[in-house]
């Protein structure tokens, strides 16, 4: 999983409750994404990052936000979840670099929002 | 209407038989397409990519682009069990981190022993 870890790997929670997940990489890629996959909708993108402290919108960022102080960390916060929010979520890196095409993707977290 | 479509499934064939999996697209910006594979309750990991229109090759993988008809194929040679996966087709316009991927929903796949 080119050193992609998420954290936890599972999590139940309730509704109207913050939670943060994290991603963390040991390979120094610049970029790292978050996506929610969702029957019916495949991979949808959250918010993304290009570099300490530099962040932006995905397709769906409504009820999320994230932080990045360093290169290996990313993480997604729910600020009050819902459970509209219940999904499998994944972090990605990726280097950037022109004709690297490839995300990395980490092993995902399955989020459950009773 | 979705910018990348792409048929669910599931698609079940015999062990051996050629297997052929698309997406259709609407945004002609799109110059990178890709390849992912997604075992059960795993992340997903790039299998090809191209770059605009044409074929290119990889042992028992084809990746076709057609731009012209916004249509874009995988092919599987010789299907294997081991190739029971989802598959999702993913573009983007740009060659930077900057350039985000739009994926397809992803095509199930069932290859039978």
């Given at each position: ?100 095409y490839e ?12 | 209407?979705?910018e990348v479509?792409q ?14 999996l698309n997406c259709t697209y609407?945004n002609s910006a799109f110059q990178y397409f890709m390849w992912y ?9 790039l299998l090809m990519y191209t770059y605009s229109s044409g074929n290119k090759?990889?042992?028992?993988f084809t990746a076709q682009v057609d731009k012209?008809s916004k249509y874009i194929s995988l ?12 598959y999702l087709c993913a573009m983007r316009q740009g060659n930077?981190?900057?350039s985000?991927l739009t994926f397809g ?9």
């Open positions: 999983d080119a050193g992609i870890t998420q954290s936890p790997r599972h999590k139940v929670t309730e509704t109207g409750t913050p939670v943060t997940l994290r991603c963390h990489q040991t390979e120094n890629h610049r970029y790292m994404y978050w996506y929610r996959q969702d029957p019916g909708h495949g991979l949808r993108l959250i918010h993304y990052s290009y570099g300490v402290k530099d962040t932006d919108k995905g397709e769906v960022s409504d009820g999320y936000s994230v932080s990045r102080s360093k290169t290996e960390d990313f993480l997604l916060t729910l600020e009050s979840a819902t459970s509209s929010q219940t999904s499998v979520y994944f972090c990605a890196t990726g280097t950037g670099r022109i004709l690297t995300q990395y993707f980490g092993p995902g977290t399955r989020l459950t929002v009773t | 209407q979705k479509e048929d669910p499934g599931p698609l079940s064939v015999p062990e051996g038989a050629i297997v052929s609407s594979r997604q075992y059960s309750r795993k992340g997903p990991e090759e990889d042992g028992r012209s092919f599987i040679r010789d299907s294997q069990p081991s190739d029971s996966a989802t930077s981190g900057y985000t929903k992803g095509t199930m796949l069932l290859v039978s022993p």
